[in-house]
Nanobody, 115 residues
């Protein structure tokens, strides 16, 4: 059974930091491209950052310079280090694992940034 479990969300003041984790099980994790998305109430789901199986990274403009995505294949986990958080970063953050025609999602972790 495939599972992606996000953790690390919470309430933080503007300017603070959080580190999100997404732990995978049931997949050959090292083969998968991993993506962090976020979705705020009433808004479309937005790609935040991605990391390929080879370690190449990509960021949304809103995340560049503040967020860092990384992965640990031995722990089957992907991380999102978020610094200098802003109220507009408030959203549910979800991770996705993609490999060819295999596509799996976690349930999400809530991030709330207070002003």
């Amino acid at each position: 059974q495939v599972q992606l479990v996000e953790s690390g969300g919470g309430l933080v003041q503007a300017g603070g930091s959080l580190r999100l984790s997404c732990a995978a099980s049931g997949i050959a994790f090292s083969l998968y491209n991993m993506v962090w998305y976020r979705q705020a109430p009433g808004k479309r789901r937005e790609l935040v950052a991605s990391i390929s199986s080879g370690g190449d990274t990509n960021y949304a403009d809103s995340a560049k310079g503040r967020f860092t995505i990384s992965r640990d294949n031995a722990k089957k986990s992907v991380y999102l280090q978020m610094n200098s958080l802003k109220p507009e970063d408030t959203a549910d953050y979800l991770c996705e694992a993609i490999f060819i025609n295999h596509d799996y999602w976690g349930q999400g972790t809530q991030v709330t940034v207070s002003s």
